[in-house]
């Protein structure tokens, strides 16, 4: 019999979401584990470790270690949750920290510009309450996050919680400096095109400064995504900018269409209609962070909370609220409404894997229940 001693490591935790789970934070990984692993990881997470004296079954110990979950070496405690997250559970929480940005992107949702910012201690309260239901992943947004006028307090408490840190910017703050003091594990920055088209959207001269920023960060042991919308002067650049973004090892890579929202409202004409840009959505690769649900329209585990403590369903519901963030986190989640897909018009065999695409792209129709019209031109394109 096997008489290791076992510990929880530094990179997984235990969740209790609509089943148990154990997560590797690092990998972004979730594993349904059933009620008896769970008891026995649990009795990893005290810091004293665990002898396998009730698990005989050394393969899953073996799998356990090649997959980052347990250590045979001494390990601090870990979180043991207290109790089951709410159903639906809240995985994945963006964080507008501020709306101070040094840009102004001419497709920015946020539109006018202003230096509302979330207040440090509210944005603790908002850590520890995601950490009490489960939260597997906080989007770190703004405006440009950098620019929060405590990011170094902020910085320094993201140590203190089991979660996944993603830091999104434009990158052009990103130096070794900060690099070297960044408490996160995943920054992503936003490319949207290659030179011209990327610096018509955000500006001469960003071009060279993000994409040296992504190059940077991939030589440093944060993992590297990137996100592209699509618009009217980058349909060239995509197969390059493919080739480019695996070339530097970005794990994921998002592409999307921009609504017309905020700035993009006195710029409607750089978004290509459906039959142009739909097809520029089958580019990207990796997971994506908004993760859907079986059965339910997008952002079944997901939640916004604005830099002015407004929370909604994502944040381009931020006009349709479902509370301030000062009622509490779960407070605010529980009131989110989760449409199933049955309550769509799409008549479709992608439905399943599309879920209806963007819900509110598709409501900008007028019809809440239509299809999202980029989605299916993408669709439609691969049959
Ligand atoms: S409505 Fe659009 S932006 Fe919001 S969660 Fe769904 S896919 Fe994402
Ligand atoms: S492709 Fe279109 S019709 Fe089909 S599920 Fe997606 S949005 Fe609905």
Same mark, same amino acid.
């Given at each position: ?38 008891e ?62 040094? /840009?102004?992107?001419? =497709?920015?949702? &946020?539109?006018? @510009?202003?230096t509302? !910012?979330?207040? %440090?201690? *509210? ?14 992943r ?31 910017t ?23 095109? /290659?030179?011209?088209? =990327?610096?018509? &959207?955000?500006? @001469?001269?960003?071009? !060279?400064?993000? %994409?040296? *920023? ?27 900018m ?76 931020s ?24 309550d ?38 691969s049959?």
């Amino acid at each position: 019999m096997n008489k290791k001693k076992y510990f929880i490591s530094e990179e997984a935790s235990l969740k209790w979401l609509e089943s148990h789970c154990i997560y590797n934070i690092f990998s972004d990984e979730l594993y349904e584990i059933d009620d008896s692993a769970f008891e026995f990881f649990k009795s990893c997470a005290s810091g004293n470790g665990c002898n396998s004296c009730n698990i005989s079954d050394v393969e899953f110990l073996k799998f356990s270690v090649e997959e980052g979950l347990l250590s045979k070496s001494r390990k601090a405690p870990r979180k043991i949750p207290s109790r089951q997250s709410p159903v639906p559970s809240l995985r994945y929480l963006e964080l507008q920290i501020t709306n101070r940005c040094n /840009l102004s992107c001419r =497709h920015c949702y &946020i539109g006018k @510009k202003s230096t509302v !910012e979330l207040d %440090i201690d *509210a944005i603790r309260k908002i850590m520890n309450e995601f950490e009490e239901i489960q939260g597997l992943r906080l989007l770190i947004t703004g405006g440009e996050p950098l620019l929060y006028s405590r990011f170094d307090e902020l910085n320094s408490m993201l140590h203190d919680y089991e979660f996944r840190k993603i830091l999104f910017t434009n990158g052009l703050l990103l130096d070794s400096e900060i690099l070297g003091k960044l408490n996160v594990n995943e920054i992503q920055i936003s490319i949207d095109g /290659l030179n011209e088209a =990327h610096d018509f &959207i955000r500006g @001469k001269g960003t071009y !060279e400064k993000s %994409i040296e *920023a992504v190059k940077m960060v991939a030589g440093t042991s944060f993992q590297v995504s990137v996100s592209t919308m699509v618009h009217t002067r980058n349909l060239n650049d995509f197969d390059e900018m493919g080739r480019i973004f695996s070339e530097i090892g970005v794990r994921d890579w998002s592409v999307d269409v921009p609504c017309i929202a905020g700035f993009l409202k006195d710029n409607p004409d750089i978004v290509p209609p459906p039959d142009v840009a739909g097809k520029y959505l089958r580019y990207g690769f990796g997971e994506g962070l908004h993760g859907g649900g079986a059965g339910y329209v997008c952002g079944l585990h997901l939640m916004s909370v604005m830099a002015d403590g407004r929370a909604a369903k994502c944040s381009f519901y931020s006009e349709d609220p479902v509370g301030h963030i000062g009622e509490g986190l779960e407070i605010c989640w529980k009131r989110v409404e989760h449409a199933p897909l049955s309550d769509l018009d799409c008549n479709c065999a992608h439905l399943d894997t599309c879920r209806g695409g963007c819900r509110y792209r598709a409501s900008l129709s007028g019809n809440a229940r239509s299809g999202d019209p980029y989605r299916c031109a993408a669709f439609l394109g691969s049959d």
